[in-house]
């Protein structure tokens, strides 16, 4: 993962009024942590359309139909995380350049177009953001919050999938001999 993301003290963190039964501390924790998954998973859907667009190889169309199917899922998902971020009382952070700015992901490799590389790339980034987002989940629950981890249950589900659909085009007789 390429930069950290830099972190607000609670204090900086400007909360509009709710009357969601969570402390504002505990709100403000959660704003934080979905901003930075919000910063990932769009990076995420970024990269996907990337490869949608770019793809090349013998497996060209299918995988041009799977990444865009993909960044379809993704897309629905940064609208849940920012909108959870608000109902919380915080604010989302998601612009294009804040997610650059913000984003652990590795920058999708300029060039990168054979089929089979592009898949590589994908797996890589598909596996980081879930595991940082099952790590979202205990904090969540951590903090008290059932309903952000929640729904980063319901991210991570998607991303397992979305993982095997990509991982699957690399599976086969040669991988299970290893």
Not at 81 to 93: K, P
């Amino acid at each position: 993962m390429h930069r950290p993301a830099s972190p607000k003290s609670k204090s900086a963190i400007k909360l509009h009024r709710t009357r969601i039964d969570l402390a504002a501390d505990i709100r403000a924790q959660m704003t934080e942590l979905l901003n930075q998954q919000l910063a990932d998973t769009f990076d995420l859907m970024s990269q996907t359309k990337q490869a949608h667009w770019n793809v090349k190889g013998m497996h060209f169309i299918g995988l041009h139909k799977l990444f865009d199917e993909l960044a379809e899922i993704v897309e629905k998902h940064i609208d849940q995380i920012a909108e959870r971020c608000t109902a919380l009382g915080g604010a989302a952070r998601g612009t294009v350049r804040m997610s650059a700015q913000h984003s652990r992901l590795e920058e999708f490799p300029d060039g990168t177009v054979r089929d089979v590389k592009v898949l590589e790339v994908l797996i890589e980034r598909y596996s980081n953001v879930g595991k940082t987002t099952r790590k979202a989940i205990d904090t969540a629950d951590d903090a008290g919050d059932a309903d952000t981890a929640d729904l980063f249950t319901e991210v991570s589900r998607d991303l397992d999938e979305s993982l095997y659909f990509l991982e699957s085009h690399l599976q086969g007789d040669d991988a299970d001999k290893k």
